[in-house]
């Protein structure tokens, strides 16, 4: 696999297009922080303690917080996490001046922590995840290894088994994979794109014989109007 080697968390039977879920959030609040108050679509992820919380709502609540190291050998590989987050997010969507406030100090911890000393537009885990995924099974971006990785290698991978998805049947997997001009390695689009461009071309061959069989019969054009050449006098 040659560089850059891309690492994905992938989640199934998670639905992140839940209609309370995907509304649990506030986009101003992202992007203003404590200057904007309203945070009522939050709920119940809008303040602890009487107290607001930022970044509030399920989804930030929800972080994913599993972590992974990887080793070649006796040498560990280091995975650049910078830069995984899609750049109009970090410089239009999140705050460069906003920080953490008051976030999982509730009972009930819901995911990742985030540095309250670092502003969300850096906080590029809550980035790649504040972005939902339309389908129940999906995988976001963790990090880059950015050095070749060779035939017959070993690659040993530690995981931090920290989110919960026994309680409602998901299902965790780690995918490294690496993307060429035409993008990442992606078979639901590839299957798609093949099956909706053989229904069109079986269709097109079944007019196409249609009309072969029963061609349209013309029209008489002695009843166009331009061919009446007495009808102006």
């Avoid at 509030?56 to 609540?61: D, E, K, Q, R, T």
């Avoid at 965790?172 to 994979?177: C, R």
């Avoid at 072969?212 to 102006?232: E, F, H, L, Q």
């Amino acid at each position: 696999m040659k560089a850059p080697i891309y690492i994905y968390y992938q989640l199934d039977n998670y639905y992140q297009n839940h209609r309370r879920y995907v509304k649990s959030r506030s986009d101003k609040q992202l992007l203003y922080g404590l200057k904007y108050n309203y945070t009522g679509s939050c709920s119940p992820e809008d303040a602890n303690n009487g107290l607001p919380i930022v970044p509030c709502g399920l989804i930030a609540w929800s972080l994913f917080n599993d972590t992974y190291s990887f080793f070649h050998g006796a040498d560990a590989l280091k995975v650049n996490r910078k830069n995984i987050a899609w750049e109009s997010d970090r410089n239009h969507k999140f705050g460069k001046h906003v920080y953490p406030f008051n976030f999982q100090n509730g009972s009930l911890i819901g995911g990742a922590l985030l540095d309250p000393a670092i502003p969300l537009s850096d906080q590029e885990d809550l980035i790649v995840w504040m972005r939902t995924a339309a389908l129940p099974s999906f995988h976001k971006l963790y990090g880059r290894i950015e050095e070749d990785l060779h035939a017959d290698e070993i690659l040993e991978v530690k995981i931090l088994n920290n989110y919960n998805t026994y309680s409602f049947g998901g299902r965790k997997k780690l995918v490294l994979s690496t993307s060429s001009w035409l993008g990442g390695h992606n078979n639901f689009i590839g299957i798609a794109y093949i099956s909706i461009g053989s229904s069109f071309i079986f269709i097109a061959l079944v007019f196409m014989l249609l009309h072969v069989k029963n061609p349209r019969p013309y029209g008489d054009t002695t009843n166009i109007s331009w061919t009446w050449t007495g009808i102006s006098s």
